[in-house]
């Protein structure tokens, strides 16, 4: 039984540039969650896809965007990279068609933006 | 939105000793209390999570103890062993009514001497 798989681990930017990471959830789960955690600090929730839609969304701008494919795979996008963006990316799939809330986490991408 | 603060931030323990760590909440539409433990360049893994509708919960070493009234859930590991050090994360979720915008706090860092 697989588990939530992440790719890449690790990416380089430079500011401005867009970066694309990918997450396949848990077999048998149906809804992607992504995070940034920042060093030392705990994982910030950007949104969550169900049915290829986004259904609920956290405090990031919309250069972060994101997409769920009909196998519940996903992808989150940034654009216009800054700085602060560096961080590790996390991504959690559940199973909400039976109202099943744990969260099962990803390794996490780990992305540097010089 | 909801507001999670977690405490001590950091903890160090004597193997064999017990250790407790607590997370308030301010969102009273929060109804499912994870736990999760992130060693070092690992996943978050859950390790116990409580509902609302309950008031404790016990898994061998592990117990989570939730008071709604107050907002404010606990973890408790008895008996602690080196392999308990860890970064532990507490998060409020306010399944059902705004599934998996989860909310984390910024997690404790458990060292167990041996």
């Known amino acids: 039984d697989a588990g939530v798989t992440q790719s890449p681990t690790h990416l380089i930017k430079t500011r401005g540039q867009q970066v694309t990471l990918r997450c396949s959830p848990k077999?048998?789960?149906?809804?992607v969650s992504w995070y940034q955690q920042a060093l030392g600090q705990g994982p910030q929730f950007i949104f969550q896809y169900y049915e290829e839609e986004e259904r609920q969304r956290g405090n990031f701008p919309d250069r972060f965007s994101g997409h769920q494919f009909p196998n519940y795979s996903s992808e989150l996008n940034v654009n216009a990279l800054l700085l602060g963006d560096s961080a590790l990316y996390l991504c959690?799939?559940?199973?909400?068609?039976?109202?099943?809330?744990?969260?099962?986490f990803g390794s996490g991408t780990q992305l540097s933006v010089l | 939105g909801e507001n999670v603060e977690q405490h001590p931030s950091t903890l160090s323990v004597q193997e064999g000793d017990s250790a407790v760590i607590k997370c308030t909440y301010s969102?009273?539409?929060?109804?499912?209390f994870p736990w999760y433990k992130q060693e070092l360049g690992k996943r978050p893994q859950l390790i116990i999570d409580?509902?609302?509708?309950?008031g404790e919960k016990k898994d061998q070493r592990i117990a989570v103890t939730l008071n709604k009234t107050a907002k404010h859930f606990s973890l408790h590991i008895t008996e602690t062993q080196p392999e308990d050090s860890a970064v532990y994360f507490c998060?409020?979720?306010?399944?059902?009514?705004?599934?998996?915008?989860?909310?984390f706090g910024d997690g404790t860092t458990l060292t167990v001497k041996p």
């Open positions: 409580i509902r609302s509708n309950v």
């Open positions: 998060a409020a979720i306010p399944f059902r009514t705004n599934a998996g915008k989860s909310t």
């Open positions: 959690a799939s559940s199973l909400r068609t039976t109202g099943d809330e744990k969260l099962f």
């Open positions: 077999s048998g789960h149906d809804t």
């Open positions: 969102d009273s539409a929060s109804n499912y």
